[in-house]
C-alpha cells in the first residue's frame, strides 16, 4: 500500500482560494498512490479561530468538498482530504474529516471528538462529534480522528474494536509540543498494532508556528517516514498484513482485561 502525506504549509499571506486550488493540485499529482492524506484544518488553518465562522461551509456542497471531490476522481486516489470547518445545517460548526472514493464520491465523513482549547478557541467556537467512524478501503480498515484525540487513547481503542488496522490522522499541532507529538504517534501504533498515518501542517499561521514532521509509523512502533518542518510530500510505502501478522505474533490485544467491548 503506497500512502502519500501532503504536508501543506499554511501561510496567512496565502488566500484560502489559493491554498484549496494548490493542494487540490498536489493531490492531481499524486496518481499510482492508494491513499493520499491532507493535514486538519488547512484551508484556514487550526488556530485560526477568529476565521472559524467566515470560512465554514456545508460539507455536501462546499468549496473544499467539490475541490477535493474533483481531485480525487482526476488522479483516480482514495483521498482523506483533513478536515474542514463544517457549517452544520442546524447551525453548529464541526471540525470535520472527509475521505473520498477514487471516483469523487464522499465515502464518508468523521466529525472531531476531542475539540482543543480548555474553553477557547476550537472548543468553544465549535461543537464535539460523537461517532467512531471507520472508512472501508479495500487494502485496508481505516481508523479516523483529529490532532487533539491523539491524546485520548480510549478512543483508539474503539477505533480498533470497530476492526481498524490503519490509523489515520490529520493535524494541525504546534511546534512547541513536537517532542508529545512524535511519542504519541508512535505510542498509538504500539498500542493498537496498527499502522499509523500522521499528517501534519507546516507554517506558521495565527502567530503558532506549526510542527510539521508528519509520520508513518509500523504496529511495532517503527518510523517508516518523517517529513521535515516545512511543506513537504512524504510517500511511504508499507505492507497492511503486517497487522494481522503483528497481532497474532505478539497478541497483547487478546489479553485486554478492561474496557472490552460488549458481547
Not at 143 to 168: I, K, M, N, S, W
Request: with cysteine; net charge negative.
Amino acid at each position: 500500500m503506497r500512502a502519500t502525506l501532503l504536508q501543506i504549509d499554511v501561510d496567512p499571506a496565502e488566500s484560502v482560494t489559493a491554498r484549496r486550488e494548490r493542494a487540490a493540485a498536489l493531490v492531481r499529482a499524486q496518481t499510482g498512490a492508494d491513499l493520499v492524506v491532507l493535514p486538519e484544518l488547512w484551508p484556514v488553518g487550526a488556530f485560526a479561530a477568529g476565521s472559524f465562522a467566515a470560512e465554514a461551509e456545508r460539507v455536501e456542497d462546499g468549496p473544499t468538498y467539490k475541490a477535493m471531490s474533483a481531485a480525487a476522481r482526476d488522479a483516480g486516489v482514495w483521498l482523506h482530504a483533513g478536515s474542514v470547518v463544517e457549517r452544520d445545517p442546524d447551525g453548529p460548526l464541526f471540525n470535520t474529516s472527509l475521505v473520498f472514493t477514487p471516483d469523487g464520491e464522499l465515502h464518508t465523513a468523521y466529525r472531531k471528538i476531542h475539540r482543543f482549547g480548555f474553553h477557547e478557541g476550537e472548543a468553544a467556537l465549535m461543537a464535539a462529534g460523537r461517532d467512531v467512524v471507520t472508512a472501508r478501503h479495500p487494502l485496508s480498515a481505516l481508523g479516523l480522528a483529529t490532532c487533539y484525540d491523539l491524546r485520548f487513547p480510549e478512543l483508539f481503542r474503539l477505533l480498533v474494536d470497530a476492526g481498524a488496522q490503519t490509523l489515520v490522522i490529520p493535524a494541525g499541532w504546534p511546534a512547541r509540543r513536537l517532542a508529545h507529538w512524535r511519542l504519541l504517534v508512535r505510542a498509538r501504533a504500539v498500542e493498537c498494532q496498527a499502522y499509523v498515518l500522521a499528517c501534519g501542517t507546516a507554517g506558521t499561521h495565527a502567530g503558532v508556528e506549526q510542527a510539521g514532521h508528519s509520520m508513518v509509523v509500523d504496529p511495532w512502533g517503527e518510523v517508516l517516514g518523517e517529513a521535515g518542518p516545512g511543506e513537504e510530500v512524504l510517500a511511504v510505502e508499507f505492507d497492511p498484513a503486517r497487522v494481522a501478522a503483528t497481532r497474532a505474533e505478539f497478541p497483547v490485544l487478546r489479553d485486554r482485561v478492561l474496557g472490552l467491548p460488549t458481547p
